[in-house]
């Protein structure tokens, strides 16, 4: 838990964009999770750096939740401070072919923006939920296009708030579904991607055409964190959980998506110890029946309950 003294320096940074005992149920697109000791929302990059400070210096762990896709919170909670960049919003146009990108932004506002203006190489984005820090520190992607085959650099806070620096390809390291060369506790801040000019109505027509496919093909009408499980190499997690006859299984509220196995939906009232369970059971069954462990994409964090 925060302390009094801990608790009285937040307010005095962040004044009402600090929430304790938030549930962040409410701030995740799964809508499952206990509540933050602290739920913060940065209003630029000094703030964010003199936050990080503060934690570091009192000890306090900190989490980066973005929008929250790709992270299950546990019933139990999350210690420390919970981060929310959604105020890191701009988007600005660079020479060259670029476009920096703040954390915050969301893949909708990036898609219209990129639309409007006639720029394509991001259409790939409208099939991956989330903002754009989240997408960096994931390496999102789908198919054979991922956020490294964009990236030029990202802008990155360290864990204790001392520097803002940027980091290249060369010092990320990007990886399938992450980022080796990110320090733990690091913040994205912004992103700078390569895009390149072209007719609004193609860039709008390929958008839609992945807007489509993704609507055929996920389940959006549902709460739900996004992909669950890595692909395994050279074959595809939800292929595997649905061999293994699990597509549509429930526990409690949670259930594994009937149109996507590699989703786990929220079916109402799920805990994430439901979400956990069905975790462990598609890891199990596909262990005994195909000799493949599936990993986790999907961040796990807090406490149980």
């Known amino acids: 838990m925060i302390g009094d003294a801990d608790r009285r320096a937040l307010e005095a940074l962040l004044g009402d964009r600090v929430a304790f005992g938030a549930p962040l149920a409410r701030h995740t697109p799964l809508r499952i999770g206990g509540a933050a000791d602290a739920l913060v929302q940065v209003a630029d990059r000094d703030e964010l750096l003199r936050l990080l400070r503060l934690c570091a210096a009192a000890g306090l762990a900190h989490h980066v939740l973005g929008a929250g896709f790709n992270t299950l919170v546990l019933d139990g909670g999350v210690s420390g401070v919970v ?19 703040e954390a915050g932004v969301s893949h909708a506002t990036l898609t219209a923006y990129c639309i409007r203006r006639g720029l394509s190489g991001l259409e790939f984005g409208v099939g991956i939920p989330g903002s754009v820090g989240g997408w960096t520190a994931m390496n999102a992607g789908i198919g054979s296009r991922e956020m490294k085959d964009v990236l030029i650099e990202a802008e990155v806070a360290s864990a204790d708030g001392t520097t803002l620096e940027t980091l290249g390809p060369g010092d990320l390291l990007p990886r399938y579904r992450g980022l080796a060369g990110l320090a733990p506790g690091a913040v994205i801040v912004s992103s700078l991607l390569r895009v390149t000019s072209a007719d609004p109505a193609s860039v709008r027509t390929e ?13 959006l009408d549902l709460p739900s964190c996004g992909s669950v499980f890595e692909n395994p190499p050279g074959d595809f997690a939800g292929r595997l959980i649905e061999a293994a006859g699990l597509k549509g299984l429930r526990i409690g509220g949670a259930e594994i998506s009937a149109l996507h196995a590699n989703f786990i ?5 799920a805990r994430a110890a439901d979400v956990l369970a069905l975790v462990e059971r598609a890891q199990s069954t596909v262990r005994e029946r195909f000799g493949v462990d599936l990993v986790p994409e999907v961040r796990i964090v807090g406490r149980a309950a």
């Open 83 to 101: 981060i929310q960049l959604t105020r890191l919003r701009a988007i600005e146009e660079k020479p060259a072919g670029a476009l920096r990108v």
């Open 207 to 219: 958008v839609e055409r992945l807007r489509a496919r993704r609507a055929a093909t996920q389940p």
């Open 265 to 269: 939906v929220n079916r109402g009232g």
